[in-house]
């Protein structure tokens, strides 16, 4: 097979996680189960949020998901996040990813236009999986088996602090590649 062939498949998983995606609201309620996912929407300045992220690799591989940006709690935006990975891997999985920007300055780095994560940039897993992803570079890690109990805490970094649940699947990699973001702003209503 070809690396052509296997890169449409990867593809082809990931647009297809995206229609079985929950709204908004539901990946929202979900997140503020955590206590300390609740503070951070509590002291947030915004959010951005994908209920659903498809993410599947063989040898390389990729993720992808649609998602919401909020600046005091009110819509400003909608976002795309992307990710190339290379490196070992095997498996697909889908999982929900919140990003907090602690103040004004780094809700308009992330809304500028086009935005990236480095490879080393890390998430705080709220509950558990077969493989619980701790950070954008795929790295594997155990976590808590409920988002009450999970002794991990999320902090910011350069202004943004990264939460991720688990949905569902199974995925081995030792892989690196960073999270490619992009905004469009919502259009006034005339």
Do not use: C, H, W
Request: hydrophobic share 40%.
């Amino acid at each position: 097979m070809t690396m052509n062939k296997i890169l449409l498949i990867i593809i082809a998983f990931l647009l297809s996680s995206t229609v079985l995606a929950n709204d908004t609201s539901d990946a929202v309620e979900n997140f503020k189960k955590s206590a300390q996912v609740k503070k951070f929407f509590e002291q947030a300045y915004g959010y951005a949020i994908f209920p659903t992220v498809g993410k599947g690799g063989f040898g390389i591989g990729g993720s992808y998901g649609e998602g919401s940006v909020f600046k005091q709690n009110k819509k400003t935006g909608t976002t795309t996040m992307a990710q190339i990975t290379i490196g070992f891997q095997l498996g697909g999985q889908a999982f929900s990813e919140i990003i907090f920007f602690e103040n004004k300055q780094s809700y308009d780095r992330f809304t500028s236009g086009n935005f990236e994560f480095s490879a080393q940039a890390s998430a705080v897993a709220i509950n558990a999986g077969a493989n619980a992803q701790t950070s954008t570079t795929g790295s594997s890690a155990g976590a808590a088996t409920s988002p009450e109990k999970n002794q991990q805490q999320g902090i910011y970094q350069n202004g943004m602090a990264t939460f991720t649940l688990i949905k569902g699947g199974l995925m081995y990699e030792a892989a690196l590649g960073g999270q490619k973001f992009s905004f469009e702003k919502l259009k006034k209503k005339d």
